[in-house]
Nanobody, 114 residues
Framework: QVQLVESGGGLVQPGGSLRLSCVAS????????MGWYRQAPGNQRELVAT???????NYADSVKGRFTISRDSAKNTMYLHMNSLKPEDTAVYYC????????WGQGTQVTVSS
């Protein structure tokens, strides 16, 4: 049973923008804390942005001011708006739901290159 489905990755030039989407089942969207992580080749998976208890948002320092996480409850969808992309943003981006589980999506590749 697929519970998190990401989309929106692709190849973009430095300075460009992408929007990632993560569709979750209704029960997960309502009950879990959700966020985005990424993993570059040879690196560990790292936090990009997450929703926290109380509605606050946590961003990695490397993406602050460039990335924005958002959610649409009517569509059970979470987004990651990525602007001013850099080559170092190249990674597989994963949708996350926790803390129970946790649950991971299948990942979507983002490549920033000229």
């Amino acid at each position: 049973q697929v519970q998190l489905v990401e989309s929106g990755g692709g190849l973009v030039q430095p300075g460009g923008s992408l929007r990632l989407s993560c569709v979750a089942s209704g029960s997960i969207f309502r009950s879990y804390l959700m966020g985005w992580y990424r993993q570059a080749p040879g690196n560990q998976r790292e936090l990009v942005a997450t929703f926290n208890n109380g509605g606050t948002i946590n961003y990695a320092d490397s993406v602050k001011g460039r990335f924005t996480i958002s959610r649409d409850s009517a569509k059970n969808t979470m987004y990651l708006h990525m602007n001013s992309l850099k080559p170092e943003d190249t990674a597989v981006y994963y949708c996350y739901a926790g803390p129970w589980g946790p649950i991971w999506g299948q990942g979507t590749q983002v490549t920033v290159s000229s």
